[in-house]
């Protein structure tokens, strides 16, 4: 399958996406959503497949929603198209991505990312949501998910200002999982999917269901969801395989059962 905005790739087990509109910065515009919702559901629905790894080119991740797209629409045609809504589609993937965030991710570029299960940082990423200077707010989830990601007082200063976040505040803060050099940012988040792709598949879904479970649950109920959780792969094959194979010294061998 190829694609007008994108360029995916399949190593082994690990989906490559990478945003390709790189005379707009990857600015996300009605395109790149159209290609991201299909690449996405390709990637959800083919077994092989068991993470993905979403990053753009060394200058920027992505430089936000596209504006020259956006300047002129009315509020009944966004409202009415319900725009930004696609990207429900890409959120409600059930298996595990990572963003690998290299330059800018701005925007809709920090929103798209903050929708990855985690953040992998090259030391030149610069996280930010400008949009008051254009006299807008966030619209993919910034606003919900920089405050989960970092707390109030960044979240409200950074929304607030428009400031950029360098890559070392990006980690100390907790928005991004790690920092690594530029140049081995691919490979790093690489090795990273491939390493999850080597889990036994049921866990691996099921880890994702539990973490995100937290950002929707009172504590009470998201502890009984995860323990739920926990009992039923009890019922799985590879639950028997990765305990025997512990107790075998061995590593486990799974079928995804
Ligand atoms: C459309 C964009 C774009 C964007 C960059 N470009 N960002 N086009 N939408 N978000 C285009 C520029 O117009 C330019 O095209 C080309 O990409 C290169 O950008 P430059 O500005 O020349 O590059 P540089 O000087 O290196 O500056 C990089 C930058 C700057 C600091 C990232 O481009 C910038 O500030 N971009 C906008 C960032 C932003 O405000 N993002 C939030 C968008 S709103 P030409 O044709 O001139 O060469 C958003 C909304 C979410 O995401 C929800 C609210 C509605």
């Known amino acids: 399958m190829t694609y007008e905005t994108l360029i995916v790739e399949q190593h082994d087990a690990v989906t490559l996406v990478r945003l390709n509109r ?19 559901a390709a990637y959800d629905g083919d077994a092989s497949q068991r993470c993905l790894v979403l990053t753009g080119s060394e200058k920027a991740f992505a ?13 009944a045609e966004m409202y009415g198209a319900n725009f930004f809504g696609g990207y429900d589609r890409v959120t409600a993937t059930r298996k595990p991505f990572i963003a ?36 807008v707010t966030p ?52 090795k990273t999917a491939k390493a999850i792709a080597g889990m036994a598949p049921l866990a ?7 973490v995100e479970a937290a ?21 799985s094959a590879d639950q028997k395989e990765g305990m025997a194979a512990f107790v075998a010294k061995r590593p486990g061998v799974w079928t995804g059962t």
């Open 22 to 40: 790189p005379q707009a910065l990857n600015a996300l515009n009605s395109q790149v959503l159209a290609d991201l919702i299909a690449a996405f």
């Open 63 to 75: 430089a936000g929603a596209d504006i020259k797209e956006m300047s002129d629409q009315s509020f």
């Open 100 to 135: 690998a965030v290299s330059g800018f991710a701005l925007g809709g570029g920090c929103e798209l990312a903050m929708m990855a299960d985690f953040i992998i940082a090259s030391d030149t990423a610069k996280f930010g949501q400008p949009e008051i200077k254009l006299a």
């Open 139 to 190: 619209g993919m989830g910034g606003s919900q998910r920089l405050v989960r990601a970092i707390g109030k007082a960044k979240a409200m200063e950074m929304c607030l200002t428009g400031r950029m976040m360098d890559a070392a505040e990006a980690e100390r803060s907790g928005l991004v999982a790690r920092v690594v050099p530029a140049a081995e940012l691919v490979d790093e988040a690489m």
């Open 204 to 210: 691996v879904l099921a880890v994702k269901e539990q």
């Open 215 to 235: 950002f929707e649950m009172t504590l009470s109920a998201g502890i009984r969801f995860e323990r739920r959780l926990f009992h039923g792969l009890f019922g």
